[in-house]
């Protein structure tokens, strides 16, 4: 392409470490390629067989148009985000120090595991039903399940599922496949947290 004076194919990409989820294609036809637990950037050649045919494409879904190339816009993940996925903290010089709130070692590695998500959008380019539940699940899980986000936890349910519905994403089904290929091993527990906290979230409303 570049010998022809053409512009070379567009694709995103970022940290190389596997923590910023900008390279996300489908390769092979599974999201990130064949390999698990990784991102597209720590995929190794040595995967694929000597001669093999290696197809990549953009992830598909409705709410991930295509821009260009193999880049598509995920920005619907940031808005969902937005809609709930923070904290309010006091930044007036009076915040509390985080070691002041205890918390037991099984909710804060739960916690982290599911903070562990980059939003790379592997859990819906490979649903069937292109579901965003495993990101906003994560997301909403990291704070569930810490006192810190408490305050909100009724507003950020409401609103970041709100959100996921008002972006297009499909329904989510339980098949399983958002979990296989997350790189990051996202546990479908925290879509069942979820919908636990949206249940008691929707009876206090």
Do not use: W
Not at 151 to 157: F, G
């Amino acid at each position: 392409l570049v010998a022809k004076d053409e512009s070379p194919i567009a694709f995103d990409h970022d940290c190389r470490e596997g923590i910023c989820g900008m390279c996300s294609l489908h390769i092979n036809g599974e999201a990130h390629g064949p390999d698990r637990g990784i991102t597209t950037c720590q995929l190794h050649m040595r995967m694929f067989k000597d001669g093999e045919t290696i197809s990549i494409e953009p992830f598909r879904a409705a709410a991930f148009p295509v821009i260009k190339d193999l880049v598509v816009d995920r920005m619907a993940f940031e808005r969902i985000q937005q809609a709930g996925g923070f904290i309010s903290v006091n930044t007036s010089g009076n915040t509390q120090d985080a070691n002041a709130t205890p918390i037991s070692k099984h909710a804060a590695d739960e916690a982290m595991d599911a903070a562990a998500c980059i939003g790379c959008g592997a859990c819906v380019a490979t649903c069937k039903n292109s579901s965003a539940m495993l990101f906003v699940a994560a997301k909403v899980s990291q704070y569930a399940l810490l006192p810190q986000g408490q305050v909100e936890a009724t507003d950020r349910v409401l609103n970041m599922v709100k959100q996921m519905d008002e972006e297009g994403f499909g329904n989510c089904t339980n098949t399983g496949a958002c979990e296989v290929e997350c790189p990051k091993g996202i546990s479908l527990e925290n879509i069942a947290r979820m919908n636990r906290e949206y249940l008691i979230a929707s009876l206090k409303g």
